[in-house]
Structures are given as C-alpha cells and as structure tokens.
Nanobody, 117 residues
Framework: QVELVESGGGLVQSGGSLRLSCVASGIGFSNYNIGWSRQAPGDEREMVARISVDGTVMYLNSVKGRFTISRDNAKNMVYLQMNRLVPEDTAVYYC???????????WGQGTQVTVSS
C-alpha cells in the first residue's frame, strides 16, 4: 500500500518560515521524482517545487530564492524549506511522487499552510 504523509504545515506570520516534510511508504522512493504542489481556495493546483531522481530541482518562479526542496532517499523523505513566506503562499500543500519516465503518480493528503499579513 502506497502512502505519502505530509507534515509541518501551520500558521505563520508574513516573513516567517516553515519546513514541510513528506514521508513515503510502499514505493521504491529513489526511483520517483518528488514534488510539492499547492492549491489555494478557488485556484487550480500548481507545482511549487520538484526534485528529480538525479537531484535536479525546479521551482515555481514566485518561490525561487525563498523555497528549497531536498530529499533523503535513505529515509524516504522529501522536505520543503519555505522562507520569507507571504500571504500569497497560503494554500494546502501536497506531496507528489511520480515514477521516473511515467505518469504513474501518487499524492499525499496535504498539509495546510496559512500565512498571516
């Protein structure tokens, strides 16, 4: 059974920081490209950051320089360090795992991030 579990969300003031974590079970984690997406009320889900099997990273333009994605294959975990948060970062953040070279994707249940002004 595949499971992705996010943690680390919460309420933070503008300018603050949060670190999101996602632990995966039931998959060969090192063979999966891992990403963080977010969805605010009324908006479509958007990719925030992605780290590939080979460690290549990609970021949404609006979070470049503020967010950092990393992974620990030994622990089946991926992290999203979020600094200098702004109210526009408020959303539910989802962890996503996609098997390399395929569209086979698993999603976590999400963790709420709320940034107050």
């Amino acid at each position: 059974q595949v499971e992705l579990v996010e943690s680390g969300g919460g309420l933070v003031q503008s300018g603050g920081s949060l670190r999101l974590s996602c632990v995966a079970s039931g998959i060969g984690f090192s063979n999966y490209n891992i990403g963080w997406s977010r969805q605010a009320p009324g908006d479509e889900r958007e990719m925030v950051a992605r780290i590939s099997v080979d460690g290549t990273v990609m970021y949404l333009n609006s979070v470049k320089g503020r967010f950092t994605i990393s992974r620990d294959n030994a622990k089946n975990m991926v992290y999203l360090q979020m600094n200098r948060l702004v109210p526009e970062d408020t959303a539910v953040y989802y962890c996503k795992a996609t098997y390399r070279g395929t569209d086979s994707t698993y999603w976590g249940q999400g963790t709420q991030v709320t940034v107050s002004s």
